[in-house]
């Protein structure tokens, strides 16, 4: 065993494949660090996804209460307009019922029901009611009763009328 060169000192590794090994190990690590990115990064949107969910869970139960609130206060607005156009035609047939009173008549009490209108008030004489107040209301109503008193007094006829429209009681029922 003798040689005539002498020995050198081997490596246990070549060059290359030290080379080769440290690519791999380079790659490795950088596979393992992604991997790691990739997990950590899921994990956090997971937990944004949930946050959103419950979120948006939130959110659409208060648009469904918006929605239920926005049909009553339409509901509102529509009874709102409704009311508001009774009392415009409420207060024009009231201005129109004063403008029918002629200067020498009085009333004293305005009672105004859905199918009914009771005056009480003073006349001059009772012909000055007849001919001044009492065509206008039959014009209007389907039925007009009055009944007068004097008032020895004051020198003038007190009256109350009573003005109704459509069926009244006893009346128009077919019976005969």
């Given amino acids: 065993m003798h040689s005539f060169k002498t020995p050198r000192k081997k490596s246990l590794f ?32 997971k937990d944004d996804l949930s946050a959103l969910q419950s979120s948006n869970h939130v959110l659409s139960k208060t648009v469904i209460e918006y929605e239920k609130e926005m049909k009553i206060l339409n509901m509102q607005r529509i009874l709102s307009q409704e009311i508001g156009a009774s009392n415009q035609l409420l207060k024009n047939s009231i201005k129109n019922l004063f403008d029918l009173v002629p200067d020498q008549i009085v009333l004293k009490k305005v009672v105004m029901e859905k199918t ?52 009244v009681k006893g009346e128009h029922d077919g019976k005969k």
Avoid at 36 to 44: A, D, E, G, R
Avoid at 141 to 157: E, L, N, P, R
């Fill in 116 to 167: 009914q209108l009771l005056l009480e008030g003073t006349t001059p004489t009772k012909d000055a009611y007849r001919l001044l107040l009492e065509p206008p209301l039959k014009s209007i109503f389907q039925s007009s009763k009055v009944v007068f008193s004097y008032d020895a007094f004051k020198g003038y006829y007190n009256f109350t009328s009573v003005n109704t429209v459509g069926n």
């Fill in 14 to 45: 070549s060059k290359e494949s030290i080379l080769w090994m440290t690519f791999v190990s380079v790659i490795f690590a950088s596979l393992i660090a992604f991997g790691l990115y990739l997990f950590y990064k899921t994990t956090f949107f």
